[in-house]
């Protein structure tokens, strides 16, 4: 059974701190990684992608995959309380079109 | 550049009737996945299509949902004889295959339907 493990939360951060989100999977044979964002009662909006071992950034958002210990994670420089939301990470496994999805976690930043 | 288009955004039905949900990928991806998501929990994985075909519908209920991605037209869920259990959010996302290397792209969400049944 492929598995995508998120703390449920919810994650409480400061104004202004960084916000960690980690994520980790059980398929070795995961090619593909997706941050996605979702308010509530809203649909899921992609954040980032990342596709191979390190870092990437986007903005605010930095990436992190480490294929060997199997996570994947999200840092949120500057948290706003607009980035108050859920989570979601999503792993796309090696047959290359099926995404397993975490439960998402709830983020609080709070002022 | 439109992106992924759902309709109707709201529905509602009587237990019994059916609800056909609308699902327009973004141009130029050929692959549709739809979920369906519960207030406060994960998303569900329900059927994954390319056009006129569809890839995997294991996470779809056996009976009264169906779904297809005609060669022209929306990609339509169609549930039969609706129940107050399948009141929920019906999302539909879109992707397509990068040609260069091979992989399936980004998964894109339209704004979804909430469907209540009364």
């Known amino acids: 059974q492929k598995e995508v493990e998120q703390n449920s939360g919810p994650l409480s951060v400061p104004e202004g701190a960084i916000a960690s989100l980690n994520c980790t999977y059980s398929d070795r044979g995961s090619q593909s990684f997706f941050w996605y964002r979702q308010y509530s009662g809203k649909s899921p909006e992609l954040i980032m992608s990342?596709?191979s071992n390190g870092d990437k950034e986007d903005g605010r958002f930095t990436a992190q995959l480490n294929k060997a210990s199997q996570y994947v994670s999200l840092l949120i420089r500057d948290s706003q309380p607009s980035d108050s939301a859920t989570y979601l990470c999503a792993v796309r496994a090696d047959s290359n079109y099926q995404l397993i999805w975490g439960a998402g976690t709830k983020l609080i930043i709070k002022p | 550049n439109a992106g992924v288009m759902q309709n109707p955004r709201h529905l509602v039905r009587r237990r019994g009737q059916e609800a056909r949900l609308r699902c327009s990928p973004m141009?130029?991806?050929?692959?549709v996945y739809w979920y369906r998501q519960l207030p406060e929990e994960g998303l569900k994985f329900m059927v994954y299509?390319?056009?006129?075909?569809?890839?995997?519908e294991s996470g779809m209920p056996k009976e009264r949902f169906s779904a297809e991605f005609p060669k022209e037209g929306p990609s339509i869920l169609r549930i039969q004889q609706v129940v107050r259990g399948d009141s929920a959010a019906y999302f539909c996302?879109?992707?397509?295959?990068?040609?260069?290397?091979?992989?399936?792209?980004?998964?894109?969400f339209g704004q979804g339907t909430r469907l209540t049944v009364v």
């Open positions: 990342i596709y």
């Open positions: 299509l390319q056009k006129e075909n569809i890839i995997d």
């Open positions: 141009k130029g991806h050929s692959h």
């Open positions: 996302a879109s992707s397509r295959v990068d040609f260069r290397t091979g992989l399936n792209t980004e998964a894109f």
